[in-house]
C-alpha cells in the first residue's frame, strides 16, 4: 500500500507540545530494562576492588585463597590482564583517562583505584571473594589538599586558552569609583545517577556487544575499539535506558574489566558499580577556589574584571573544571582577565559534570555581580542590564541571539521584584529572615554531526533509528515530536529506537547538545523519507529507508558566540537561630531555543534549579586527609537536596527559536543549575546581611558568620 504520507495538509505540528515520555509507562511498571537487568545465558559476573591506600605500589595479591572460594572463576589484576592501547585520542578530543585503562601496572594514584576484578558464577560470590582478597601495598606519602597558593597549579583550560587577558588590570581596578575583591569556594561535588553504572560484555560471533547505561554508545564504541585495538565494526554497544547520567556515564573502569574478563572467560561478564565506588570511579566536580575583581564606575559599568579559579585533578589525568571561562561570555570591561589553573593531587580523576565550569563559576561571578550591585546602590538587575555586552567579550564575535535581557525583564516582572527593598535585613516572618536574589545563566549553545534514519513501513507507520542516549531528559519523546512534524503525521505512528551503536554515528548526550543535533539529523531524515514518499512509490515490505548525515550542515556554521541564557530568581528565609536556610520558591526564566517538549523541558530546568539549590544549601563530599579518600560515600553521608528542600519552583522560557537550527533548538540540558545556586546566596545575604562566599551554606555557617548577629533589626 502506499497510504504513509496520505495525512497531508491536516497535520497539526507537535514540536511545543506537551508530551509524557513514550518509554514512561515502561519505566514505572518496571517493563523497561536497564544495563543491569537484561537477562544473559551463562552469566558471569565481576566485581571490583579498589585500593584501601591514596598512592603508592601494589606489592602482592593473595589471590590463591580467592581463586579456590566457590564460584570464583578468575582474578584479574596487573599481572595477568590483557594489554591495553592507551595512545589516542577519542569522540570528544580528548585523550583516555588511565583510570580506565584498569590494571596495566601496579601503582596506585589514589584511594579507592582499581587493583583487581574478582569474577565468580554468581555477583554475590564475587562480592564475598572481591572482600576477601588481600591486596599488600608499598604505601607512599599522598597530598590531597587543594589550595589557592598551591605550589603545583598550572593554567589549562581544555580547548579554549586557559588565560585570556585584555587591557590594564590593575590600572582599571586603581581608576574605578567601586571594587569588589573577593574570594569564592566550591566544594568536591558528586553526579551520583540514581541508576549505577552497569555493563555486561560478550563475544558473539566475532562480534563484541556490551550492554551498558552511557551517555553515547558512538563515544563508547571508539573508546572500547580504541582500548582493545579492535575495529569499530566489530564491536556494538547498546545503552537502550539510563537512569541518569549528568556527564558521569562515559567510558569508565567497569566496561573495560568487563570486556577483559569476557574475553578471558568467553562468556558474558556483567560488572556493576555500587555506590560506594561510584565515588571514586565515575568521576565527580572538582572543589574550586575563585577570585572575583571587579571595578565599576559610580553608574556600575564594569571598567575592570578579573575571574581565576583553581581545581584540581588527579596525577593520572588531566581534567579541568573551567569556572573562570562564563566570565568571557557574561560581562565585557575594558581591562577584561581570565585564568583556570588546575593542580595535580593524589585524587581520583574529577569530570564533566552538569554544567562543568559554569555551574561552580557562575556562583563565583554572579555573587560578585550582586556585591558590586549593594556597592553601587543599584538594583542587581538593572546593573546586569547595565553591563548587556554587545559582542564576546573575549572572542569579539556577534552574538548570535542574547535575549539574557528579556529573560530578567519578564523574571522580574513574574516573581515580582519591583517592589523590592534593596536593603539587606528588612524582611521577616515570624523568626525567619526573608530575602530575594537574582543571577544570570549561560550555557554553551551547539551541534555535533550525526546520522539518523527514517523507514516508512507498508502499515503506514514509521521508524526513526538514532544512537541517541535518552538519560532521562525525554530525548526519545521529544525525537519522535521532531521526526512526526518532518513527517506531517501523529507521533503515534512513529516509533524511536534509540541507544543502539548500530544506528550510525551520533553525538553523546552531553553540552547539552544532544537534542538539538539528534533533531538536526532526524528532521533530515524524516524530511527526505516524506519527499520521497510523496512521489507516490509502493512501500516494499522492508520499507523504505532514508539516512541523514549532518556533518557538512553543522561544519558550514560560521563562527559566532552561541549560548542560552536565563535569569534565576529565588526567595529564602533564615533562621538566625539555627542557622537554617530554607528556599521558598524559585523562578527561572530561560532564552534556550525552541522548546520542542514544554513538560519534559520544564522538568530539565527545574531538575537544574533544584540541584542549584542543593548545591548552595547541602552538597560537599568531604576527603579525609589521613587516609586520602572520601567520608561517608554514600546518599546518607553526601546530602543532597530532598523532596522536603524543594519548595515552588517556577520554571518558564521566552521565545527564543534558533535560526539557525533546522527546529529552531539551542538545548536546555545543563543551564537550569547555572546561577542557581548564586540566586539563592544572594537572597541569603538579603534576608541576613552576611555574604557567604563558600559553599555549600551551612547552618554551622551561617551561625559562626560574621556580621550582623541576633534577630532583626526593630
Ligand atoms: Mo553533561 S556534564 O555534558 O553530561
Known amino acids: 500500500m502506499t497510504a504513509a504520507t496520505t495525512e497531508t495538509a491536516a497535520h497539526a505540528p507537535v514540536v511545543g507540545t506537551g508530551h509524557t515520555r513514550i518509554e514512561g509507562r515502561d519505566k514505572v511498571t518496571g517493563a523497561a530494562r536497564y544495563a543491569a537487568e537484561v537477562p544473559f545465558a551463562g552469566l558471569a559476573h565481576g566485581w571490583l576492588v579498589l585500593s584501601t591506600v591514596a598512592r603508592g605500589r601494589i606489592r602482592a595479591l593473595d589471590t590463591d585463597r580467592v581463586l579456590a572460594m566457590p564460584g570464583v572463576l578468575a582474578v584479574l589484576d596487573h599481572r595477568n590482564a590483557l594489554r591495553l592501547t592507551t595512545d589516542y585520542t577519542g569522540l570528544l578530543g580528548t585523550r583516555p583517562d588511565p583510570t580506565c585503562a584498569v590494571f596495566q601496572h601496579d601503582r596506585v594514584p589514589h584511594l579507592g ?25 608499598e604505601q607512599e606519602p599522598h597530598d590531597i589538599e587543594l589550595t589557592a597558593e598551591h605550589p603545583g ?15 590594564d588590570l590593575e590600572a582599571g581596578l586603581a581608576a574605578s569609583a567601586v571594587v569588589v575583591d573577593a574570594e569564592y569556594t566550591t566544594p568536591e561535588e558528586h553526579h551520583n545517577p540514581m541508576e549505577p553504572h552497569a555493563a555486561t560484555a560478550r563475544w558473539d560471533g566475532g562480534r563484541l556487544e556490551v550492554i551498558d547505561s552511557n551517555q553515547g554508545v558512538t563515544w563508547v564504541v571508539g573508546e572500547l575499539a580504541n582500548l582493545f585495538s579492535l575495529d569499530p565494526a566489530a564491536v556494538r554497544v547498546r545503552s537502550e535506558h539510563v537512569g541518569g547520567g549528568f556527564g558521569s556515564k562515559g567510558v569508565r573502569a567497569h566496561q573495560v574489566a568487563a570486556v577483559m574478563a569476557a574475553t578471558l572467560l568467553q562468556r558474558p561478564v556483567r560488572v ?10 565515575a568521576g565527580y566536580r572538582s572543589p574550586t577556589t575563585q577570585r572575583v575583581r571587579l571595578g565599576a564606575g559610580p553608574d556600575g559599568r564594569l571598567v575592570a574584571l578579573e575571574h581565576r579559579s583553581i581545581s584540581l585533578t588527579s596525577t593520572v589525568h588531566e581534567f579541568v ?3 573562570a571561562a562564563v566570565a568571557r561570555v557574561m560581562y565585557d570591561a575594558d581591562a577584561h582577565h581570565t585564568a583556570n589553573r588546575v593542580v595535580r593531587l593524589d585524587v581520583p580523576t574529577p569530570t564533566w559534570m552538569r554544567a562543568p565550569g559554569e555551574a561552580p563559576g557562575s556562583f563565583a561571578l554572579e555573587a560578585a555581580l550582586d556585591e558590586l550591585a549593594e556597592k553601587c546602590g543599584i538594583d542587581p538587575v538593572e546593573l546586569r542590564l547595565r553591563n548587556e555586552p554587545e559582542r564576546g567579550p573575549v572572542s569579539g564575535l556577534p552574538f548570535a541571539g542574547r535575549n539574557l535581557a528579556a529573560c530578567f525583564r519578564e523574571g522580574a516582572r513574574r516573581f515580582g521584584w519591583a517592589d523590592r527593598d534593596r536593603r539587606p535585613r528588612q524582611r521577616r516572618d515570624g523568626r525567619w529572615l526573608l530575602g530575594t536574589g537574582t543571577a544570570a545563566a549561560s550555557f554553551p549553545s551547539g551541534a555535533a554531526p550525526s546520522t539518523a534514519t527514517a523507514t516508512a513501513h507498508p502499515d503506514g507507520t514509521f521508524t526513526v533509528r538514532i544512537s541517541a542516549a535518552d538519560i532521562g531528559t525525554g530525548a526519545r519523546t521529544a525525537l519522535g515530536l521532531v521526526a512526526a512534524d518532518a513527517l506531517q503525521v501523529p507521533p503515534d505512528r512513529i516509533r524511536v529506537r534509540i541507544g543502539d551503536s548500530d544506528f550510525g554515528p551520533a553525538m553523546i548526550a552531553g553540552g547539552s547538545m544532544g537534542t538539538r543535533s539528534w ?39 560560521a563562527p559566532a558566540e552561541r549560548h542560552s541564557f536565563g535569569a534565576q530568581f529565588a526567595e529564602v528565609a533564615v533562621d538566625p537561630a539555627t542557622g537554617e ?20 523541558a520544564r522538568n530539565q530546568f527545574r531538575g537544574g534549579m533544584i540541584w542549584g539549590i542543593s548545591m548552595a544549601l547541602h552538597e560537599e563530599a568531604v576527603r579525609d586527609r589521613a587516609s586520602g579518600g572520601p567520608v561517608g560515600a554514600d546518599l546518607a553521608g553526601y546530602h543532597v537536596a530532598t523532596h522536603a528542600d524543594v519548595p515552588h519552583i517556577e520554571a518558564d522560557w521566552i521565545d527564543d527559536t534558533d535560526p539557525e537550527d533546522p527546529v529552531g533548538i539551542k538545548g536546555i540540558g545543563e543551564i537550569g543549575i547555572v546561577g542557581a545556586a548564586a540566586a539563592v546566596a544572594n537572597a541569603v545575604w538579603h534576608a541576613t546581611g552576611v555574604r557567604h562566599r563558600s559553599l555549600p551554606i551551612r547552618p554551622d555557617r551561617v551561625l559562626s558568620a560574621p556580621g550582623p548577629a541576633g534577630a532583626p533589626d526593630a
Open 113 to 137: 583505584w582499581p587493583v583487581a576484578l574478582v569474577v565468580a558464577e554468581t555477583s554475590e560470590q564475587a562480592r564475598e571473594a572481591a572482600e576477601a582478597l588481600v591486596v599488600h601495598y
Open 272 to 281: 556493576v558499580l555500587t555506590r560506594r565506588q561510584m565515588f571514586s570511579l
Open 153 to 167: 597549579a598550572y593554567p589549562v583550560d581544555g580547548h579554549m586558552p586557559a588565560v585570556t587577558g585584555k587591557g
Open 321 to 323: 573544571e573551567p569556572s
Open 581 to 600: 536556610v530554607r528556599v521558598r520558591r524559585m523562578l527561572g526564566i530561560f532564552a534556550a531555543g525552541r522548546i520542542v517538549n514544554p513538560l519534559t
Open 519 to 557: 533533531s538536526w539529523a532526524v528532521k533530515a531524515a524524516a524530511g527526505e523519507l516524506r519527499e520521497r514518499l510523496a512521489l507516490g512509490a509502493d512501500i516494499p515490505p522492508e520499507g523504505v529507508t532514508v539516512r541523514s548525515d549532518t556533518t557538512e550542515a553543522i561544519g558550514s556554521l
